[in-house]
């Protein structure tokens, strides 16, 4: 053959593959779109690690409640020894106390799931090595019972 | 999970999304979480559980606000008062995308929750300053 019959031929193949190619590309405008389930909104009571994330993401309205009573506490504090009375009283209510209860709880499961993540969300090396996981959470558990028992003492201490 | 710390992401991997400020809201989630998690307990327990329902002496009111007036003491309860406000309006908005699937309402939520964190961080600001 000669070279331009040669030439030819393949120029001729790779047009006829263009067209080949473009038709294709022109088809996959009309092709179906992948089914994707629809994710429902009940999605997270399917397994207990789900649950569990939720729960853990709920406890956070439970620190706003405390930050909520926190903020009502002070400003009885500030209106004088009366209005703290009447805020204490309220607390002793069985409504109150049910709601601190289940916020206790709460935020007692964000503090533990908290520092159990901690050796997580920032691995420690030291000379290359991972250091193991409770060594990274127990200073933190340390810390915390430190904390909440000097707090516990200034508060009950009769001066 | 939406929210990504960095150590969840692949080293070296290079966003090539236009940078976003989510670091910062995750930064203050992050210390709120941290505050929440040591210093709300004693206090909840304390206030909401241990002082009403007599297990243990409750503080006169002169020694609360005597504590509470402290310098020191103000700093602590702005500080107990506010960061956790940031890390609960952080895990709020993503518990509404991820956990209820409320993605359209974006720009809604941002706003509620932020500026429900901001507006007691203000009042918690207010109180500690006039008490």
């Known amino acids: ?159 | 999970m939406t929210e990504q710390s960095t150590s969840e992401r692949p080293k070296g991997e290079r966003s090539t999304a236009k940078p976003s400020n989510e670091a910062f809201f995750w930064l203050l989630f992050s210390a709120g979480g941290v505050v929440a998690a040591v210093l709300i307990p004693i206090q909840l327990f304390l206030f909401g559980l241990a002082f009403p329902l007599g297990w243990l002496p409750q503080p006169s009111y002169e020694h609360v606000i005597a504590l509470a007036r402290s310098p020191l003491a103000r700093i602590y309860l702005f500080v107990l008062c506010s960061l956790p406000l940031f890390h609960w309006a952080h895990r709020f908005r993503f518990t509404l995308y991820d956990g209820l699937q409320v993605k359209h309402l974006n720009e809604v939520i941002f706003a509620f929750c932020y500026g429900g964190a901001l507006l007691g961080t203000a009042f918690a600001a207010y109180l500690l300053w006039m008490i």
């Not at chain 1, 006829?16 to 092709?31: G, K, L, P």
């Not at chain 1, 909104?41 to 690690?49: I, K, N, R, V």
């Not at chain 1, 049910?98 to 997580?120: E, Y």
């Not at chain 1, 060594?135 to 009950?156: E, M, Q, R, T």
Request: charged share 15%; glycine share 4%; aromatic share 16%.
């Open chain 1, 1 to 159: 053959m000669t070279d331009q019959i040669m030439t030819d031929r393949i120029m001729t193949d790779q047009i006829m593959t263009d067209q080949m190619m473009t038709d294709q590309a022109a088809r996959t405008e009309f092709h179906p779109r992948w089914y994707r389930e629809r994710v429902s909104t009940w999605w997270w009571l399917g397994e207990w690690h789900y649950l569990k994330f939720i729960l853990r993401e709920v406890s956070s309205l439970s620190v706003a409640w405390f930050v909520g009573l926190t903020l009502f506490q002070l400003q009885a504090l500030l209106h004088g020894p009366v209005a703290y009375a009447r805020f204490s009283a309220r607390l002793q209510s069985p409504v109150m106390i049910a709601f601190n209860l289940i916020a206790f709880c709460f935020v007692m499961f964000h503090a533990i799931t908290w520092f159990n993540l901690a050796p997580r969300a920032m691995p420690v090396r030291i000379g290359g090595k991972r250091v193991p996981e409770f060594l990274v959470a127990a200073p933190n558990y340390a810390l915390w019972i430190i904390v909440s028992a000097f707090v516990g003492w200034l508060l009950l201490r009769t001066p």
